[in-house]
């Protein structure tokens, strides 16, 4: 137990994956909704790192301004940064809805929504080896 604050943090993120698993898994095509739950978990195990690290970046929003304030961002590699700002993404094509969304809408497919799951996991457990 890391404490726990930390430990809520981390099981809301643990679920916000598992969700999206789950999700992928049916079969079912809303590839949006699992791009948010993989956003979404990543935002709360950033979240769980701060509380366990008592550090807070100042007025961060979004994935890749929060990790630009923690120590972390100097060990992450390019996959890693590149992975925060394709799940970066999401929160954008939600706001503009499906209609709108055009050709933006077509890139989320099975294989490409499969590929930032495996990427938005690896991210997480590395991140969660640092708690």
């Not at 698993?21 to 948010?36: A, D, E, K, P, S």
């Not at 961002?73 to 992975?83: F, G, P, R, Y």
């Not at 969304?101 to 495996?118: F, I, Q, R, V």
């Amino acid at each position: 137990m890391v404490g726990m604050v930390t430990d809520n943090w981390l099981s809301l993120a643990e679920n916000d994956l598992m969700t999206a698993q789950t999700t992928l898994g049916t079969g079912r095509r809303v590839f949006l909704q699992i791009g948010l739950q993989c956003h979404q978990a990543i935002e709360s195990i950033l979240t769980a790192y701060i509380k366990h690290h008592a550090s807070m970046p100042a007025n961060a929003e979004g994935l890749l301004r929060i990790v630009t304030e923690l120590p972390i961002k100097a060990e992450m590699d390019d996959q890693a940064l590149q992975t925060l700002e394709w799940l970066s993404t999401y929160p954008i094509l939600e706001s503009m809805g499906v209609q709108d969304a055009g050709d933006l809408a077509a890139l989320l497919t099975e294989e490409k929504t499969a590929e930032l799951l495996a990427r938005t996991k690896e991210l997480f457990d590395w991140i969660k080896s640092r708690l």
